[in-house]
């Protein structure tokens, strides 16, 4: 399966500014996803980044907040736009070959101050 | 959507029992579900996977049953080790080839 590289782990960040994710996959992909879990709670999918177009996100989630790029099939950026604490929360890169069974990166722990 | 809940539930075992974590799903026409652990400040790793014309399927110490008639998964570990402790969740293919996460559960082992 995939091995996945998400930087950075950590990140502490003033309110209004913006913090861009990385997601590195060490083979070609066909699926990549972003995640956001908030502390104690379950996943909640971002939106599926598609390689060469817009990313297509879920119901309360928008480009202008969480403008995504995959310009190839083993890379992918997640931005968090202008934060504010509600943003804090872990976002985790997800990638495979289709269907499930999915690998995941360690996680960004985003804390917005 | 949003999966919310304050706290995920919890459960605990004694080391060498054997543990049974439950899930029910959403969607009917899901065909494709998943296992992931989680342990603390790692991302989810995949555990077992299940296709929806089955309705039991075994790996090394851990077993998942799907029973479509009530939309309902559960996994089943054996002889529960201490390493077992972590956050469990199922995930479900809803189309689209993405998943979406039920609530999961804290599962304790006591030495």
């Known amino acids: 399966s995939a091995v996945i590289s998400q930087k950075p782990s950590r990140d502490i960040c003033q309110r209004g500014t913006s913090l861009t994710i990385q997601c590195q996959v060490d083979?070609?992909?066909?699926?990549m996803f972003w995640y956001r879990q908030q502390p104690g709670q379950s996943l909640t999918l971002i939106a599926t980044?598609?390689?060469?177009?817009?990313?297509?996100?879920e119901s309360g989630f928008v480009i202008d907040k969480f403008p995504i790029s995959r310009p190839n099939l083993t890379f992918s950026t997640l931005t968090v736009s202008n934060m504010s604490p509600e943003d804090s929360s872990i976002y985790l890169c997800?990638?495979?070959?289709?269907?499930?069974?999915?690998?995941f990166g360690s996680g960004t722990r985003l804390t917005v101050v | 959507g949003e999966n919310v809940g304050l706290h995920l539930p919890t459960l605990s075992v004694q080391e060498g029992d054997n543990s049974i974590i439950n899930c029910a799903y959403s969607n009917s026409a899901s065909d494709y579900f998943i296992w992931y652990k989680q342990e603390s400040g790692k991302g989810p790793q995949f555990i077992i996977d299940?296709?929806?014309?089955?309705d039991k399927r075994q790996g090394q110490r851990v077993t998942v049953l799907l029973n479509k008639t009530v939309k309902h998964l559960s996994l089943q570990i054996a002889a529960t080790q201490p390493g077992d402790s972590a956050v469990y969740f199922c995930a479900e293919n809803m189309g689209g080839n993405k998943l979406v996460f039920g609530a999961g559960t804290i599962l304790r082992v006591k030495s």
């Open positions: 997800s990638a495979g070959q289709g269907r499930g069974g999915y690998t």
């Open positions: 980044a598609n390689q060469g177009s817009e990313a297509t996100y």
């Open positions: 299940i296709r929806s014309n089955m």
């Open positions: 083979s070609q992909v066909t699926m």
